[in-house]
């Protein structure tokens, strides 16, 4: 995040945004997208579209979505109501992602997050704590005109910001 030079109040998503926005194809196998996300060490990211459009948000809460279905799917483990690794010899993953390897993977059109909480870069901090609190999220993708994302402010963000304007009086 740049060095604050302006007044609290009169930071705008460009001033807090991280601008190395890392995107995922809707297309992707949601397997993939785990592994890149685990990669990149974020827990979330946004979803383009074939023109880079962003059409959704792939973050932790939909993998787990992702595997109560696959989860669900199989008589043996509909009954299965604890939380933990399966202990089905057929399956393998972690505690967060049961995959039976005879059944097709989903993919991350099926399980994002459509709609996603955007915002252009000349939003107010403000606004975009605003928006955050109003949706329960930690973090907003900031959009260009055509939609296409240009960084990404997360509530840490907001929170680094309201720390330095406390240092700075």
Same mark, same amino acid.
């Given at each position: 995040?740049?060095?604050?030079?302006?007044?609290?109040l009169?930071?705008? #998503?460009?001033?807090?945004?991280?601008?190395?926005?890392?995107?995922?194809?809707?297309?992707?196998? @949601?397997?993939?997208?785990?592994?890149?996300?685990?990669?990149?060490?974020?827990?979330?990211?946004?979803?383009v579209?074939?023109?880079?459009?962003?059409?959704?948000?792939? /973050?932790s809460?939909?993998?787990?979505?992702?595997?109560?279905a696959?989860r669900?799917?199989?008589?043996?483990?509909?009954?299965? #109501?604890?939380?933990?690794?399966?202990?089905?010899?057929e399956? =393998?993953?972690?505690?967060?992602?049961?995959?039976?390897?005879?059944?097709?993977?989903?993919?991350?059109?099926? =399980? @994002?997050?459509?709609?996603?909480?955007?915002?252009?870069?000349?939003?107010?901090?403000?606004?975009?704590?605003?928006?955050?609190?109003?949706?329960?999220?930690?973090?907003?993708i900031?959009?260009?005109?055509?939609?296409?994302?240009?960084?990404?402010? /997360?509530?840490?963000?907001?929170?680094?910001?309201?720390?330095?304007?406390?240092?700075?009086e």
């Amino acid at each position: 995040m740049p060095v604050m030079v302006k007044p609290l109040l009169a930071l705008v #998503a460009r001033d807090l945004m991280n601008r190395e926005v890392a995107t995922i194809p809707i297309d992707l196998g @949601m397997q993939t997208a785990a592994r890149w996300l685990a990669q990149m060490h974020v827990s979330g990211a946004p979803v383009v579209d074939e023109r880079g459009s962003c059409v959704g948000v792939l /973050s932790s809460n939909d993998f787990v979505s992702c595997c109560s279905a696959n989860r669900s799917r199989c008589g043996k483990h509909r009954a299965e #109501a604890r939380i933990g690794p399966c202990t089905f010899p057929e399956c =393998y993953g972690s505690e967060w992602q049961i995959v039976e390897p005879e059944s097709k993977e989903g993919t991350v059109r099926e =399980y @994002m997050t459509r709609d996603p909480a955007t915002a252009p870069p000349d939003a107010p901090i403000g606004k975009l704590a605003e928006m955050m609190v109003d949706a329960h999220l930690h973090r907003l993708i900031i959009v260009d005109e055509r939609n296409r994302p240009v960084g990404v402010v /997360s509530s840490t963000d907001i929170m680094a910001a309201v720390a330095r304007a406390g240092h700075e009086e």
